[in-house]
């Protein structure tokens, strides 16, 4: 009997993923190891590898199924099996189109990110240069030789994929709840100034750049530990109210919106804060974040400021409660300011309360050395 390949469980909170794209059609040979499809769950593209050698005999979840764990998704012909099994395949797949079975070829390494950025140009791996450990392609990579080549243009694109899930989750958020943002302007120069004196500490401390980003999450997660109400979830019919701070901070991606989340970061140093920033910006980039970096965050942190932005009203990352958009910084009079836009779900809280959360953060941010002292 054919082998029957179900749905993996990629992670520990995982139940269902979505098929993203076969690496192999019915009738081709698969060798146990390689990479025979991706699969997506929770805006993470994972790599699956087939369990065992033999021929694809059936697809049983095609591109953009959403399956449950367990559940079949193809049968893999052994090489036990006769042969002439071998060509029961699907009546569109008739006998000449699979003879002969292909070889496999070595497959090329490179990151998720890298292989999607490729598939979205039409490039083939094989001609590009990769940076990376023994020769592994990175989404660089793919960019520069983008860019060496000449850009492609795209006139169509599916909202397939990640994009899919970014789309279904921001029009559930955004219909579901009813937002209010609360805009409030800090004044930054003592916080700029921290910033910059801090810098070298923490790099020669704790190995790792401090980012503005970094320090601003550090004094938020310091307000939101003494602001329950707001550091909290609403699921069902419960307002579940956190002690603990698992922050999500906002990323740019290839593949878009991305949130992972910083646990316990209540209990983090300013260094090690920001080395675990540093490390998940870079997972999330390079596509190598696994479902739970996704989860269990109880408030995020979204920074536009680097792209000169002013402010914004950020969506927010559902069932979390509020959400903290920051804008650039800004000179006027001599002095720097910080826009800050708050948005809440007015279904867990009200404006007075909200409001009283982003005046302690900005009277925080004015004066950042006492919380540091």
Known sequence: MPFVMT????????????????????????????????????????????????????IKAQEGEVVKVEEPIALILLPDEKQEEAFNL??????????????????????????????????????????????????????????DRGAMEVDLVPLTGVRKVIADKMLASYTSIPHV???????????????????????????????????????????????????????????????????????????????????????MGLGELAKAIEEKVYKAREGRLIPEDLTGGTFTLSNLGMFDIDFFTPIINKPEVGILGVGRIREFSGQKWLTLSLSFDHRALDGGPAARFLKALKEVLEDPIKVII
């Open 7 to 58: 749905m993996p469980k990629l992670g520990m909170t995982m139940e269902e993923g979505t098929i993203h794209k076969w690496w192999k059609n019915v009738g081709e040979e698969v060798r146990q190891g390689e990479i025979l499809l991706e699969i997506l769950t929770d805006k993470v593209n994972m790599e699956v590898e087939a369990p065992v050698s033999g021929i694809l005999k059936e």
């Open 90 to 147: 699907e009546p569109q797949k008739a006998k000449e189109e699979i003879e002969p079975q292909k070889v496999k070829e070595e497959k090329v390494k490179a990151t998720p990110a890298a292989r999607y950025i490729a598939q979205q140009a039409g490039i083939d791996l094989r001609e590009v240069q990769g940076s990376g450990p023994a020769g592994e392609i990175r989404k660089k990579d793919v960019e520069d030789f983008i860019s």
């Open 181 to 267: 943002t609360l805009v409030t302007e800090a004044k930054a120069s003592e916080l700029v100034n921290l910033w910059i004196k801090l810098k070298p500490i923490v790099e020669q401390i704790a190995s790792t750049k401090l980012s503005f980003t970094s320090l601003l999450a550090y004094f938020l997660i310091k307000v939101l530990s003494k602001y329950p109400y707001i550091n909290a979830r609403l699921e069902g019919d419960s307002i579940k109210r956190y002690k603990e701070v698992n922050l999500g901070i906002a990323v740019d991606t290839p593949e878009g919106l991305l949130v992972p989340v910083i646990k316990k970061a209540d209990r």
